[in-house]
């Protein structure tokens, strides 16, 4: 069992009193629902298939999930089931919701309150280290050292995280900047270059023309899943492979670091 950690960093206290106070995204999911309402479903579909293929390679390993509510959407709802697994989250509260799962679960991880900027856990420890949409909250120049150094030598982290090149995705944290806590970061090159010094990379992006088709099929169809979203998740596919850089401009993506 891991002691607690010896340093909380300022950041991560920040982090932890904001979600505590449960101020963060007063009515941003009611707004994100009622807008991407045929964009959010559809995605996640996709989103599942990819995700089940990355982290199958933590079945009957050991898994550590930095955060504590995705465990068992990512885990047991795609039959992966590890030897072991640890959640950790730098709030109280959140610590809470992610135990508040386990009454009927399968899986039965092991929570802790600890800064993942100084994880008390020693080296090689997991074979995975997964989140979601959690990196962009922390300090990379920390956090990505401290995940090479708890994942095995053939380990890999598995993370969805938001992207923040893309113009459209620029324009909505501007208007909305309630529904944000005040060090997050989505991804720019910048944050995607400090990846790559500690991790060969690979980015499975979502999402260019999906969004503006998933709000016109909210209008057209009663499913979100129609001619007009498959076509703009198919076109989507499509410009990745005819021009690989346009990647950086969807709104989001899974990345997955290989420590080899």
């Known amino acids: 069992m891991p002691g607690t950690p010896n340093i909380i960093s300022n950041r991560a206290n920040r982090e932890r009193n904001q ?9 941003s999911d009611n707004i994100y629902d009622s807008i ?5 479903p559809f995605t996640n579909t996709q989103k599942k298939s990819f995700l089940q293929e990355e982290l199958v390679y933590g079945h009957g390993k050991s898994i550590l999930e930095i955060g ?10 795609m039959d992966i089931f590890p030897e072991r697994i640890n959640c950790i989250n730098i709030s109280d509260v959140e ?22 900027h100084s994880m008390a856990f020693e080296e090689c420890s997991f074979d995975v280290v997964f989140g979601s949409a959690i990196l962009h909250h922390l300090d990379l120049k920390n956090v990505l ?13 598995v993370f969805w995280e938001p992207l923040g090149i893309n113009p459209v995705g620029k324009l909505v944290r501007f208007l909305t900047p309630g529904f944000r806590t005040k060090d997050e970061q989505p991804f ?14 690979k980015i499975i992006p979502f999402e260019f023309f999906v969004p503006a088709a998933g709000i016109l099929s909210a209008f057209l169809f009663r499913s979100p899943y129609n001619i007009l979203t498959n076509t703009a998740y198919f076109i989507d596919r499509v410009l990745i492979k005819v021009l690989p850089p346009i990647k950086y401009f969807y709104r989001y ?6 420590t080899s």
């Open 19 to 27: 979600y505590n106070r449960g101020i963060i995204r007063v009515n």
């Open 36 to 40: 991407f309402r045929h964009c959010i």
């Open 68 to 77: 504590c509510n995705s465990w068992q959407g990512w885990l047991q709802n």
């Open 95 to 116: 610590i809470k919701k992610g135990k508040g799962l386990q009454e009927d679960s399968v899986l039965k991880p092991n929570f802790y309150v600890m800064d993942a």
């Open 145 to 157: 050292p401290e995940i090479k150094r708890v994942l095995k030598p053939d380990g890999k982290f």
């Open 188 to 201: 720019r090159f910048k944050e995607l270059s400090i990846a790559k010094k500690y991790f060969r990379i």
């Open 253 to 258: 993506m899974i990345i997955i670091g290989y």
